[in-house]
């Protein structure tokens, strides 16, 4: 290496610990600012792939501090799925209920799907009133609004009206504004391209 | 209920029952188009919650049908994080390795940066070459592209040269065109709105 080059290289190391420590004081002023400390209402929403998956990531992020953590999945559960899988062999602690007709397209029935979102809908709501839950799931809940099978405000008012500790998780597509107004975290997951129009088949493990 | 109404009611009841067809005639034909049977490489990006959470989502669907997962995290482990604690605890049989030096605007050293992005891709590649893996995970691998700590080529042509079933999840913002080119499903984890922003601080079970 010529002194030149030396001389470039402290420059440019020097220039990058400047930015670097200008980047840190921004972060940890932030952090500082958000200070305080409650459950969080999040919503997974949006036509890309990753959103029950994300919602199942918290699930282990949660039991990994002994959290207790509560599943209603509406829609999904006609079809078998690894994570509830391995919730159902390896984490009894877990409660977790399926509504188990499939989607509405496969059941073909208007008034069962009603009575079953709203048999499934009894359950949800017994777990946002319940405050040993630090964790609650509502997976696909959104299209149930989006069918008009349950009653908006009702859900809205008992996600708001949840206790104070207990973080929540509503995952599927729309939802609509309201929902995402009573949200503390919104992120919509977009399609940017799927292996599944590129003719792969689903894959055990990573879809299903 | 008037006579008018029930004749309305069924109607209604009718008409749902066509369009759920038409929709399930649609499901299963994309369905049955799709019938490439390999492992899939899908990148999970933007500036969104939820990334890292999916992909470890995906870690417990695969153990949910006995695969071999391995994961490596680029910037993540100089933090205690709920889904690591969990694996450590009760899956020993899944193969987790940290780079463990924080975000680089903890560290503000280039050098040892790049020495340490270098040394845990050489962990990552190992897992790339290996079939006996069904998913391998690299959260976080995109801010080593993005701050050029790794050579892109090498990182994509390890990505296009695995093992023909072997599937493999990349995260993190960013990453680039040429990366979203080789990947065959790409999600984009927009931030609609953050807890943090008003205020909240990260919480335990679902932030970290």
């Known amino acids: ?11 440019d190391a020097q220039l990058h610990k400047e930015k670097m420590q200008k980047q840190k004081e921004k972060v940890d002023a932030n952090i500082a600012a958000a200070n305080i400390e409650r459950g969080i209402a999040l919503l997974l929403t949006g036509n ?6 994300s919602a199942f990531g918290m699930v282990f992020r949660a ?6 953590v509560g599943i209603v999945q509406f829609i999904k559960g006609a079809q078998e799925s690894g994570e509830v899988n391995f919730i ?16 509405t397209w496969n059941t073909q029935d208007k008034v069962a799907d009603i009575k079953a979102s709203e048999a499934t809908w009894e359950i949800a709501q017994s777990l946002l009133q319940d ?24 859900v809205i008012n008992s996600i708001k009206a949840r206790p104070y500790e207990q973080s929540v998780v509503v995952t599927g597509r729309g939802g609509g504004r ?28 990573v879809d299903c």
Do not use: W
């Open 88 to 103: 159902r062999e390896h984490c009894p602690q877990v409660f977790i209920h399926q509504m188990g007709t499939g989607f």
């Open 1 to 11: 290496m010529t002194e030149h080059s030396n001389s470039d290289s402290k420059l």
């Open 178 to 205: 309201e929902l995402r107004e009573v949200m503390d975290t919104v992120s919509d997951v977009k399609n940017i391209k799927h292996a599944y129009k590129a003719g792969v088949k689903a894959r055990k493990g």
């Open 63 to 68: 039991l990994g501090y002994q959290q207790k």
């Open 48 to 53: 890309g792939k990753g959103k029950t998956s």
């Open 131 to 154: 405050d040993s839950y630090d964790l609650v799931i509502l997976d696909e809940l959104t299209y149930m609004l989006g069918y008009k099978y349950l009653d908006r405000d009702t």
